[in-house]
């Protein structure tokens, strides 16, 4: 009678991101790091603070908000509910709202305005496209409780420089004015009689928003709406006396800075809060989905949070969608390289040089040091290999005869003709400023 084998066990199923949720590596990190530092940079020159909002909030945060009648609230949210306490909860889709929450609930505005901005993660459920993902990252830059026309300038222009400063190219700023909420209320009246005039021709998503938010069928990108969008009523010509005088003193400004921009009477914003001025940066590099940053004032939304009524406006723009055109428009990043490679071909060798390697790192130089592969250290043959391929400047060579005399070998590894010099090992601290200016 045979033996029964036993059973084998079943291997486990290989586990794979969340579609529309991605992995950023190297080296494409090396970029994100450096746009971030870019960002960092150019908001401490401008006297913007940084602020760091969670990433989950309360949904009816977003309802009040955005609006409960827009796409992101309707169909993108990630909302679920707290199965300790049944707390409605919402992955951010956005971060004006959530900075507004923080800045009301610590009341931030007490001694004045504050200019801030953030960088992270925010989650929409869409269809993931080119720069467009489910989680993606976002940068905004929000002033609160100012209300003139100087910092909406400002922040236009600080968008312009950020992208000056990126080497990009070929990106138009488009501007209008979205007025104040009876300007609207009048121009929103004669949108729906103009549009309830040609009832034939729109489709099952328009008629939709025909009585909530008519102002969003002017975003449509149906072809066939594209005649009665264009005749329909234009919101400048509601505005009032105080609203064209904020308009025209931002125009003012952006001329004397000589930023170039056309008004665009059809541009609006997705969420209800907006108010005056809107604007939009656009490229024609990324195919249909041109925009890059996009902003405006938003002077109601703090107090439909909970505030006391004050002033603000901001921008904010997709990171993923902006290093897409880093990479068309600007020269091939550089991969990101040592100083110096640490050839330790003998394991006992290695408590001396680890002192070396970090007191070097402590001066600033940046040593990858050699593993192995937990049986010996690999021959110097491939250690050099791998010194080589890591694109170091130098190897420093921990050699059975450097040892002996408490030195160590560095030798160059992109002069051509591989030159090298002995360094006495207690003095590592001395000589680490010709390894780290060199690379």
């Given amino acids: 009678m045979s033996e029964k084998k036993p059973a084998t066990a079943s291997k486990p199923t290989k586990l794979v991101g969340v579609k529309g949720m991605n992995d950023i590596l190297p080296p494409d990190s090396a970029r994100w790091e450096w746009f971030e530092g870019k960002v960092r940079h150019l908001m401490a020159r401008y006297a913007y603070r940084n602020i760091r909002t969670p990433i989950v909030e309360p949904t009816a945060l977003f309802v009040r908000g955005l609006g409960e009648v827009t796409d992101i609230v309707e169909k993108e949210m990630y909302s679920f509910e707290d199965r300790l306490n049944g707390e409605a909860l919402t992955l951010r889709p956005e971060c004006t709202a959530g900075v507004v929450r923080a800045v009301v609930e610590h009341n931030l505005l007490y001694e004045g305005g504050k200019r801030l901005y953030y960088m992270g993660p925010m989650f929409r459920h869409e269809r993931p496209q080119r720069g467009r993902y489910r989680q993606f990252h976002q940068v905004g830059a929000e002033v609160l409780g100012f209300g003139g026309a100087e910092v909406d300038a400002e922040l236009i222009l600080l968008a312009a420089t950020l992208f000056k400063e990126l080497g990009l190219r070929d990106i138009r700023l488009e501007l209008n004015s979205l007025g104040q909420p009876p300007e609207r209320l009048a121009h929103r009246s004669a949108l729906i009689a103009h549009f309830e005039q040609h009832m034939d021709v729109l489709d099952e998503e328009a008629k939709r928003r025909l009585y909530t938010n008519p102002l969003r069928i002017l975003d449509s990108k149906n072809p066939a709406l594209q005649a009665v ?109 040592p100083d110096v490679y640490a050839i330790i071909p003998d394991a006992s060798s290695l408590p001396a040089a680890f002192k070396v390697i970090e007191s070097l790192r402590a001066k600033g130089v940046a040593v990858q040091m050699h593993a192995g592969s937990g ?22 060579i921990f050699g059975a005869d450097e040892m002996a005399q408490a030195q160590v ?31």
């Fill in 375 to 396: 049986e010996g250290m690999g021959s110097m043959k491939s250690q050099f290999k791998k010194a080589d391929s890591s694109g170091a400047t130098f190897a420093l």
């Fill in 229 to 337: 969008v264009e005749s329909a009523p234009q919101l400048l010509s509601f505005l009032g006396e105080a609203s064209l005088a904020h308009f025209n003193a931002l125009r003012g400004m952006l001329d004397a800075n000589g930023l170039a921009y056309t008004i665009n009477p059809r541009l609006v914003r997705g969420m209800d809060y907006y108010n005056l001025t809107v604007f939009e940066f656009i490229t024609d590099s990324l195919g249909s989905q041109g925009t890059v940053c996009g902003g405006g004032r938003y002077d109601y939304l703090i107090e439909q949070v909970g505030g006391k009524p004050a002033p603000a406006v901001g921008w904010g723009l997709g990171i993923e969608r902006l290093l897409e055109l880093v990479k068309e428009q600007s020269p091939p990043m550089a991969e990101l390289a």
């Fill in 409 to 439: 070998t560095v030798k160059s590894l992109r002069d051509g003709a591989g030159s090298q010099r002995l360094q006495d090992l207690a003095s590592a601290s001395d000589w680490a400023h010709t390894l780290q200016s060199a690379h």
